[in-house]
């Protein structure tokens, strides 16, 4: 150290000089660092908003074609629920085609080649989802005299799966984390939402005894808010 009692004032302020460049050096990689970490978050958000958008047009149609299944033959006449099953029909394959603007096939170079380009490869199970919908839509029978519970099951699989593959898409964590930081901002509400949700499902069952699949007792509100803790 004995070399900086030597430096004379033009050394040390080029050594100043050079310390200012690099904490600016750093301080910009910083700056940028965070834009576009930021540009990259609103992209991601826009393009989530997008799917939902399209996704909540799915499910609805989807729930359209089951509560015609379960309505067949005692809510709708037999030209009205053709009528219906012809329009929810082509609607969900007009969903299903613009999924794909969102979900494209995968391996195009594998299967169906001598399909165009945006029809070639394999679906990915969430347009599966809306593709079988709307071929069981189509085939429903108006002819028949009782609720079509079995196309009522397979709807319902249709749309749980469109749930499912959906959330995933959007990346579930990620929303969870946004969830956890908004909720920052009602900690003073000390009122449990699992017990009020337990109140709810209490009151369903002790109407209609075994709608519960799992009773709702102060043990079960326990074991949901620690679960919640553990997550934040």
Known sequence: MNWLANWG???WVAALSAALALVSLI???????????????????????????WVHEAIDLVSQ?????????????????RRLALEAGQKLSSAADRGRLFFPNEAPDEHGQHKEAAFQGFRPPILDAVVFACGQVERLDAAGAEPDEEALAFLVKCRRLLVSEAQNAIDPRRRGQMLRRLSV??????????AIAAEL??????RYPGYLVQRRDA?????????ARKAT
């Open 9 to 11: 004032v033009n050394e």
């Open 27 to 53: 301080l910009n990689w910083l700056v940028v660092r965070r834009q576009t970490a930021m540009q990259f978050e609103s992209l991601k958000a826009q393009m989530d908003s997008e799917v939902l958008a």
């Open 65 to 81: 074609g089951a509560a015609l299944a379960r309505g067949r033959g005692a809510i709708y006449a037999a030209d009205e629920f």
């Open 185 to 194: 901002g009602r900690m003073d509400d000390k009122t449990s939402a699992f």
């Open 201 to 206: 499902g209490e009151a369903m069952e002790a």
């Open 219 to 227: 043990t079960w509100v326990a074991a949901r808010e620690k679960l």
